[in-house]
């Protein structure tokens, strides 16, 4: 007969308590939805996704002139290295050259029996002749310890070359370390800009002035605006007016990150070109480039200064008078003309 066992009683408080914890957890998946966030994100207002987008792009452009330093830091690391290699290579044929003839003397030298000198003169026939000989093979050991001498000094001076090599690969590779860093940092900022913008409707878009991909293309119509004759007249010499013509003749171009024309340009690029086209070579990056002229206050400004904004200076422009200034925006935006207030002020050069 099966004992008989006193049934458990359930507590009637862990009902209330599971019913809690699966409402609890519904709740939990339902707030974070499929992406994973632990919250909805609010609503934004098109004001607010234009500012959040500005704000990218600010950032974004930031990290565009940290990769082109680093660019240009890379490019001048392997251009040193390049030099480096192309010195150890002709030193080696130098090298190989003097072991050549090293080698020619040390077997006439085998093939001679490399008797001992005292006992050559006594089975000479003709001692006089043998002296005479013995000290042109004087003079001859002479050039022979030059020679070896030379071979050592060019063996050292390779050993420095492949040092000297071994320390810019290691610059390069790093170099090109960050340059992979500041890509991701760009690509990241601009892809969250875009989708920020994909939420707005073309109207939208429109009013605000912005486009997910308006300036990547790589071919578009002009902006119509033309340069006023009396700009580059202003400029305080035909070097700065020529730089001035230059960008308003790419008036329209895309932004593109990285780029310096003659087609795409990112600020500081379109800043290079437009002076390189001028003759005169600028730095390739913002904080760069405001250092590589005389400072000039606001109220000084000439068409052709170049003008900085934001507190990192990651932004620049080309000053075309009238409060205005040509400069390549970002990515939602061609090359245009603005006005000065559009962003925060910093400071003007004139490289000129």
Not at 50 to 78: F, H, P, R, S, W
Not at 163 to 181: F, V
Not at 225 to 250: E, I, M
Not at 272 to 278: G, I, L, N
Request: aromatic share 6%; hydrophobic share 35%.
């Amino acid at each position: 007969m099966a004992a008989h066992r006193k049934p458990r009683q359930r507590s009637t408080g862990g009902g209330k308590a599971r019913t809690a914890a699966t409402i609890a957890l519904a709740g939990a998946a339902t707030a974070t939805g499929f992406d994973g966030t632990g919250h909805a994100e609010p609503q934004l207002t098109p004001g607010q996704v234009k500012a959040k987008v500005d704000k990218l792009y600010q950032e974004a452009e930031a990290a565009t002139e940290k990769y082109n330093g680093a660019k240009e830091k890379a490019d001048a690391a392997g251009q040193r290295l390049k030099d480096l290699q192309d010195q150890a290579a002709r030193k080696e044929e130098r090298l190989n050259s003097a072991r050549d003839a090293l080698g020619s003397v040390a077997a006439a030298q085998y093939r001679a029996g490399g008797l001992d000198p005292a006992v050559q003169l006594a089975l000479s026939d003709d001692p006089d002749r043998y002296l005479e000989n013995a000290e042109f093979v004087e003079r001859a050991g002479n050039r022979q310890n030059a020679a070896v001498a030379g071979v050592r000094k060019r063996l050292r001076e390779i050993e420095q070359l492949r040092g000297a090599a071994h320390i810019e690969l290691t610059s390069l590779k790093s170099r090109r370390t960050e340059l992979k860093q500041h890509k991701k940092t760009i690509t990241g900022k601009l892809g969250s800009a875009r989708q920020l913008l994909s939420r707005l409707d073309p109207q939208e878009r429109s009013r605000l002035g912005v486009s997910p991909d308006r300036a990547t293309r790589s071919t578009g119509p002009r902006d119509t605006l033309t340069a006023p004759g009396s700009a580059p007249s202003q400029a305080p010499n035909s070097r700065a007016s020529a730089a001035v013509a230059y960008a308003y003749q790419k008036l329209g171009s895309p932004y593109v990150w990285g780029a310096t024309g003659p087609n795409a340009f990112d600020c500081s690029g379109l800043v290079q070109a437009a002076y390189r086209a001028a003759g005169v070579a600028l730095p390739r990056t913002t904080y760069s480039q405001i250092a590589a002229g005389r400072r000039v206050s606001r109220s000084e400004l000439l068409p052709g200064d170049l003008v900085f904004f934001y507190a990192g200076i990651s932004h620049v422009g080309i000053y075309v008078g009238n409060g205005r200034m040509i400069h390549a925006p970002n990515p939602s935006a061609p090359v245009r003309v603005a006005l000065l207030d559009e962003m925060p002020y910093a400071g003007a050069t004139r490289v000129v």
